[in-house]
């Protein structure tokens, strides 16, 4: 059964960084691309992030682009998004998600549960 | 940078009846269009990608159609689990950056 369960949000200060985690299993992490997409309470998605299936490529949101990094550890089958000088307005539900099979840069098509960031002093 | 705008903000409805939500681009987007259900609560489900293409497991009475700047997504008659946030989404054809419209809630 594919899962992915991400890992790592919590309350942080402004101006603070924090790495997320997304733990895949059940499927072959190696083989495909993945994303990060968050939502603001009560809000919209936005979509934030893609890697491609080997680490060696990733595209970003131009609005977050400098601050948002994602890796990944295909060893480990673990997604990260690394987020630096956190601002209010980041405090969001994160998202991880695999790219829909077929290509490292397709539409999301499996998605976690999400981890919580809030940004608050 | 294309903008989705999605029509209606909220939709009411019942049970039974045909749901046809709108997605319009600010320009020519190709097929790289998706719709996706987000209940309360819950992550988003892909439904249709390419525009018109269901997704695995997604009920036939979800379909998509559409090309150009004009999509929408059609639900032919609507369970009570349909009742949910829908959003249209694009993916640029390189780089592949993504967009998500503002969402049709789809609502009793």
């Known amino acids: 059964q594919e899962q992915l369960v991400e890992s790592g949000g919590g309350v942080v200060q402004p101006g603070k960084s924090l790495r997320l985690s997304c733990a895949a299993s059940?499927?072959?992490?190696?083989?495909?691309?993945m994303h990060w997409v968050r939502q603001a309470p009560g809000k919209g998605l936005e979509w934030v992030a893609v890697?491609?299936?080997?680490?060696?490529?990733?595209f970003y949101t131009d609005s977050l682009k400098g601050r948002f990094t994602i890796s990944r550890d295909n060893v480990k089958n673990t997604l990260f998004l690394e987020v630096d000088s956190l601002r209010v307005e980041d405090t969001a539900l994160y998202y991880c998600?695999?790219?829909?099979?077929?290509?490292?840069?397709?539409?999301?098509?499996?998605w976690g549960q999400g981890t919580l960031v809030i940004v608050s002093s | 940078e294309i903008v989705l705008t999605q029509s209606p903000a909220t939709l009411s409805l019942s049970p039974g009846e045909r749901a046809t939500l709108s997605c319009r681009a600010s320009?020519?987007?190709?097929?790289?269009l998706a719709w996706y259900q987000q209940r309360p609560g819950q992550a988003p489900r892909l439904l249709i990608y390419?525009?018109?293409n269901r997704a695995t497991g997604i009920p036939a009475r979800f379909s998509g159609s559409g090309s150009g700047t004009d999509f929408t997504l059609t639900i032919s008659s609507l369970e009570p689990e349909d009742f949910a946030v829908y959003y249209c989404?694009?993916?640029?054809?390189?780089?592949?950056?993504?967009?998500f419209g503002p969402g049709t809630k789809v609502d009793i």
């Open positions: 890697i491609s299936d080997d680490g060696s490529t990733a």
């Open positions: 989404q694009h993916r640029n054809r390189w780089p592949p950056i993504f967009t």
């Open positions: 998600a695999r790219a829909r099979y077929g290509s490292s840069f397709y539409e999301p098509d499996h």
């Open positions: 390419g525009a018109s």
């Open positions: 320009q020519t987007v190709s097929d790289y």
């Open positions: 059940g499927f072959t992490f190696s083989s495909g691309g």
